[in-house]
């Protein structure tokens, strides 16, 4: 069966970085897009980056635009967020989340648990 497993989160002040990773198995990770949603204390889940099948296109929240990047190893299944500059406001449970086809356009899928960003000094 699919499995997404999130990992590299925990506690950081502001303007620190973290990068985080999602191991995925059970299906040809190759061939879907896949991306990060978070919830943050309070707040409905949002989706805040997605990357096409072959890594051709990526997409980000306005919130998060040039201090995180998105990326995949499709040789070893994984998807990765660096986080850079990182503000108290990025606090959350991150989720790796899967697309039903090559590109971001199309629907969710699967969610991995989460992990927690904890941005604090």
């Known amino acids: 069966q699919v499995q997404l497993v999130e990992s590299g989160g925990g506690l950081v002040q502001p303007g620190g970085s973290l990068r985080l990773s999602c191991l995925a198995s059970g299906f040809r990770f190759e061939n879907y897009a896949i991306g990060w949603f978070r919830q943050r204390p309070g707040n409905e889940r949002e989706g805040i980056s997605c990357i096409s099948s072959s890594a051709d296109r990526t997409y980000y929240q306005n919130s998060v635009k040039g201090r995180f990047t998105i990326s995949r190893d499709n040789d070893v299944n994984t998807l990765y967020l660096q986080m850079d500059n990182l503000k108290p406001e990025d606090t959350a449970v991150y989720y790796c989340?899967?697309?039903?086809?090559?590109?971001?356009?199309?629907?969710?899928?699967?969610w991995g648990k989460g992990t927690l960003v904890t941005v604090s000094s």
């Open positions: 989340v899967t697309r039903s086809g090559p590109s971001c356009e199309y629907g969710l899928d699967n």
